[in-house]
């Protein structure tokens, strides 16, 4: 009777009793971070049952499950949530916003806020999980096919929509987008080394180009200070490096280049090797940045890039002809119509030529090949098998195309 009593008390509570058990036996490729909820972080599990090599599935650990964080010597985790299997695998999560990944078809997302459900179809499974902005209420995501970031904005409605930004890693800090890209040589063509740039939300037109030819291992700490790793007389060295005057300062230990808040407080997530030799989780001290010490990036041999990319406006100028930025941005609708049909044609595809966009008319041709950036771009263009179906243009130009669209079709 006492057993019988005891087994129904586990029916009745089976996922109070299931959520208290603390997993410590894991390796580090069981759990991913996907974001926070409730200011906790938030983790997931997954066993990739299908690779070769991997260890056996978690005893009680749940398959796609979200976990919470206990910190002591190494991370361990606890159940936070079981999946909801109708919806897919977890990709990212805050407090009202989520993304799943559809377990049968890997390239279609989908994404819940408000409780309104939105589904996005990949070209390609995606290179890292999505980034998101509080502040900005945007998300950012790359694929392995498409060349070009793409943007999620939470606004009235949900709004997808491609950047004119090639890039691969990403990471949103103060306003600002980081992400790099590969650095081009005569003798290399790699994923690593990268170049670091960096854009202003929202001013997608305008890349700065912070550093070259440095691991795709970095983490921005402040408005001014890059934690990176820099090859120097064929070594890497992990430095604080500054963007603005370009200096740096090495490191004294190797860091990790992760952020996640835990109770509180900032750190960096880290891996350590436990006594059988098995890699965990650790929280390691958010670093204390050095005021001192710093010395010119002037000694490294950084190799020559063939290939310009993510180029900001002020580097793609219609020099001696009538189009200006003013005119392209901010000419009111009265003011257009004063220019010829010929004009407003040309004038509405200098949006397109300064992404590189391939023209068949002769004399759109004529009139955009002669500036030296247009050529370089359409180099970089062909060498990323970039087509004209690909070419992406940002929001904010797709309104002004649309509006001189308009007033050239009334002519």
Known sequence: MRNTFFLLILLAFPFNLF???????????????????????????????????????????????????????????????KPDLDLGRTLFVNDDKRIYWDYKNKNKLKVITNDISYNIILKDNLINLPI??????????????????????????????????????????????????HHISKSRATPSPVDLYRVKIGDWNNPELLTEFISDSWLPLNDSIVLMTLPVKGRGKQVYYNVN???????????????????????????????????????????????????????REILPRVLDVNLPNKDKQFSGTFITDELLYNATKEELKKLSSEKLR????AFFARQGYDFNSDDLKKFFGQFEWYNQLLESNEFFEISNEDVVISPKDKERVELILEIESSK
């Open 132 to 181: 998101f902005s509080s502040i900005n209420n945007i998300i950012i995501y790359s694929t392995r096919i498409e060349k070009y970031l793409n943007l999620i904005e939470f606004k009235n409605d949900v709004l997808i929509s491609k950047l004119p930004i090639l890039g691969i890693n990403n990471y949103i800090l103060n306003g600002y987008l980081y992400f790099d890209y």
């Open 346 to 349: 040309i004038l509405r595809n």
């Open 245 to 299: 005057n370009k200096t740096y300062v090495e490191t004294e230990t190797k860091l990790p280049t992760t952020y996640i808040k835990y109770e509180g407080k900032d750190y960096l997530l880290g891996v350590k090797r436990d006594e059988y030799g098995i890699n965990k989780y650790a929280l390691q001290p958010y670093p204390d940045i050095p005021e001192y010490g710093y010395k010119k990036d002037n000694q």
């Open 19 to 81: 959520s208290q058990v603390l997993i410590s036996n894991y390796s580090v490729k069981d759990f991913d971070f996907v974001g926070f909820i409730d200011n906790k972080p938030i983790f997931r599990y997954v066993y990739n049952y299908h690779k070769i090599g991997d260890t056996m599935p978690i005893e009680k650990a749940v398959q796609w499950g979200l976990y919470t964080i206990k910190s002591n010597k190494y991370i361990n985790f606890h159940l936070y949530e």
